[in-house]
Structure formats: structure tokens, C-alpha cells
């Protein structure tokens, strides 16, 4: 058996972690874990004994890429070095001295992606202002003051919200790197985030909704963007879940949609049910992706869409609906304002949307609160509609 992208994506997590090899004999394989993660593999002989060495998780390790880490794994075993040696080796002198280039890949592969369901933000940031000044500077060298000049340069392009979010991303990082015990010393000690901002407010009117829902339909925007948007607004969840969402978790027959853990922000799943306005977009959704996994397919990739598309795709046609100025994110604000309008409570909201509620009651609450959130969506999804029909 040769693997293929679509034979990889078949492969079903079971209760004990499975091993599955290529039919080649090279001994590279794919280890499927209960929790559905799919780890590439290589097993060869060595010294008289039999090794295995890991080449990183599908899909963000690719199957060529996979295939190109482990020719180059079978070449050196054929030259007679130990690849996991080698590796090991290379690990150590990470650890020893590591540059800020490779503190911050290991910090994107070993805590953001574990752990966050927006990593690629965690990678943008420190892609964008972090690594292009420092990637190659030893991280025990950076002080307070290289952090304060990035900081201030930052804040001189008129980007005020960006240098809160790199100062929290470093800071987060060099905490990181002392609890695992590559550094000693935080540089970003003592140093408080230079813009004071305010939660955001933005929400749309019921004239607002009405121009950019026709807008997002009549307008020069991508069918499938479109409808992403339009589902956000719909079902009040956020937009890296629906970029992510795969058909598989998906039941259009019953109307939910079960949201694991894995894609959600904060790591807990939640059940979302489906409005008779959400089916409609889901099923035209479905006519567009075809038999892709993914509800909104990348191109040329195996994957999804960026998660930026959509925030470009608005930010393009914006000035044309007619309305101030309005991020996707606040079209899950608009829809909690609203729903709690008509009467949804904020609990109900609160497990709609997914947030956690802080309190103790919460340990021993663990009603599911699928009635109630049927209840709020359906209601919603018949205040959106008659909005939406509205002056037509």
C-alpha cells in the first residue's frame, strides 16, 4: 500500500495508538493516536537493533515533506550514522545555547500548537517584528532595552495594538523558556504594555446586518468567504472553527455540529446546533467544497483556507457595503448582542459561544444545556432571516 493524502486522511484513531507502514519495506509509517493525531514515522535497523525516529505531525508536516525527511534519514543510516543519534545531538546544543530563531520553533511546535487552537498568530507575531531582528542572536543576550527599542519602533509605524501583542508574545515565550529551563532571565521583566486599550464595542445594527448580508452576496467577494462570514454571524462562533470545520464533524440530518476539542480556542469542545438559516448556507457550502473534508478547501494545499482570507476578502469590498468599519470578529460580537436582545440569557450565550465560566458552580454544573442552545439559535436564526428580508 502507497500512501496518499487521501488514504492518510482516512486513517481512524482507535482506543490503543496504531502503527501503519507503507508496503515498501523502507519502513516508513504513519502512528495514529487515540486522540486522531497522525505522527510520520521511520523504523530502521542500526547497530544490530532495531530504531524509530519521528519526522513531526500530519497534516503540518506534509506526505513529500514527510517522503524528503526520510530519504534523507535512510541516506544516513545507509552512510552509517545513527539519525536519532544525530538528532539528539543537535536537541543538546539547542538546549545549551539557543538563538531566538530556535527558541521560537520550538516554542510555535512544543507549546502553541499543543496547546492553541490560533497558533498561527503565535507564529505571525513573531515572524513579523520578532525573528527579522533577533532570530539569530543568542536569547540569553536579549535585555530590557533590545525589547523596549523593538517596541518603540513598533509603536513609531502606528501600530498600537500590534505592540501589545508582540510584547505579550515575547514575554509569554521567555516564561516558557524558564519553566523549561532553557533561560534563566525574562528580558521583558518590568515592562508594561506601552498602549492601554479598550474592549472593543463594535456590533452591527439591524441595518447594518441587512446591507452586509446582501453586500457579502452581491458584491466582488468569493463565494466561499462569503459564506463564512455569513455562518459566523449565524451560529456565533469563531471564525479559526468554521476556517478549520470538517465535514466529519457535521451532522446536517440532526442538525449539530460537534466541535472538538482540538479546534477550539480554548481547548474544550463544544455542540453547536444548526439552524434551519445555518443548514440552508451549510448546504451550499457543501455544493462548492464537493468531497473535500474541509468545509472551506485551500487551494493548492491539503488543508483548509488561510485563516487571514477572510479578514482580507472583507477588508477588500468593505468600503462598498455601505457600513463603518467591521473586523469578522465582530460579527460573533453582533450576534450575542442581538441574541441576548431577544431574550437569550447570558448563560446560554456563554455556552453557545464557549467561553468558560469561572465560577465553582461550574464543577458541578455539567448540564450539557443542548435544549437551551437549540432554543437561542433557532430563535436567532428566524430574527436573522426576517432581518435579512427586510427591505429587499
Not at 469561572?358 to 435544549?371: F, S
Request: proline share 5%.
Amino acid at each position: 500500500m502507497a500512501f496518499t493524502d487521501r488514504k492518510i486522511r482516512s486513517f481512524q484513531p482507535g482506543e490503543k495508538r496504531v502503527e501503519i507502514w507503507e508496503g515498501t519495506g523502507n519502513g516508513f509509517g504513519v502512528i495514529v493516536s487515540p486522540s486522531g493525531t497522525k505522527t510520520w514515522v521511520f523504523r530502521y535497523r542500526y547497530d544490530g537493533k532495531y530504531k524509530k525516529m519521528t519526522f513531526g505531525q500530519y497534516p503540518e508536516i506534509t506526505l513529500a515533506k514527510a517522503r524528503e525527511l526520510h530519504q534523507e534519514a535512510r541516506r544516513k543510516v545507509a552512510l552509517g550514522i545513527d539519525p536519532c543519534l544525530e538528532r539528539q545531538t543537535v536537541r543538546q546544543e539547542i538546549i545549551t545555547a539557543p538563538t531566538i530563531g530556535q527558541l521560537a520553533e520550538r516554542f510555535i511546535e512544543e507549546h502553541s500548537k499543543p496547546k492553541k487552537a490560533s497558533w498561527k498568530e503565535d507564529q505571525r507575531i513573531l515572524n513579523y517584528d520578532v525573528l527579522p531582528r533577533w532570530q539569530h542572536r543568542k536569547a540569553r543576550d536579549i535585555k530590557r532595552a533590545d525589547v523596549r527599542a523593538m517596541l518603540h519602533e513598533i509603536q513609531q509605524r502606528g501600530k498600537p495594538i500590534i505592540v501589545n501583542r508582540t510584547l505579550a508574545m515575547i514575554r509569554k515565550m521567555f516564561n516558557w523558556a524558564i519553566e523549561i529551563e532553557l533561560l534563566d532571565d525574562n528580558p521583558c521583566f518590568s515592562i508594561r504594555a506601552p498602549v492601554k486599550e479598550r474592549p472593543r464595542e463594535r456590533y452591527l445594527t439591524e441595518d447594518e446586518i441587512r446591507r452586509v448580508w446582501h453586500g457579502l452576496s452581491n458584491l466582488e467577494i468569493s463565494k466561499e468567504v462569503s459564506l463564512l462570514l455569513k455562518l459566523m454571524l449565524v451560529t456565533a462562533q469563531r471564525k479559526g472553527e468554521l476556517v478549520h470545520a470538517e465535514w466529519k464533524d457535521m451532522d446536517l440530518n440532526s442538525g449539530w455540529w460537534s466541535l472538538p476539542g482540538t479546534k477550539t480556542k480554548n481547548r474544550y469542545s463544544n455542540r453547536i446546533p444548526l439552524s434551519r438559516l445555518a443548514l440552508d448556507l451549510l448546504a451550499e457550502v457543501k455544493q462548492l467544497s464537493g468531497d473535500d473534508p474541509w468545509l472551506f478547501p485551500g487551494r493548492g494545499n491539503d488543508g483548509p483556507i488561510d485563516d487571514e482570507t477572510p479578514n482580507h476578502a472583507l477588508m477588500d469590498i468593505i468600503e462598498n457595503l455601505g457600513v463603518a468599519h467591521f473586523t469578522p470578529h465582530d460579527l460573533r460580537r453582533t450576534a450575542g448582542t442581538h441574541m441576548t436582545s431577544i431574550g437569550v440569557p447570558r448563560l446560554v450565550l456563554s455556552k453557545i459561544m464557549n467561553h468558560i465560566v469561572r465560577t465553582t458552580t461550574r464543577i458541578y454544573d455539567l448540564h450539557t444545556y443542548d435544549n437551551e442552545k437549540k432554543a437561542a439559535l433557532d430563535a436567532w436564526g428566524e430574527k436573522l432571516a426576517s432581518i435579512v428580508r427586510d427591505q429587499q
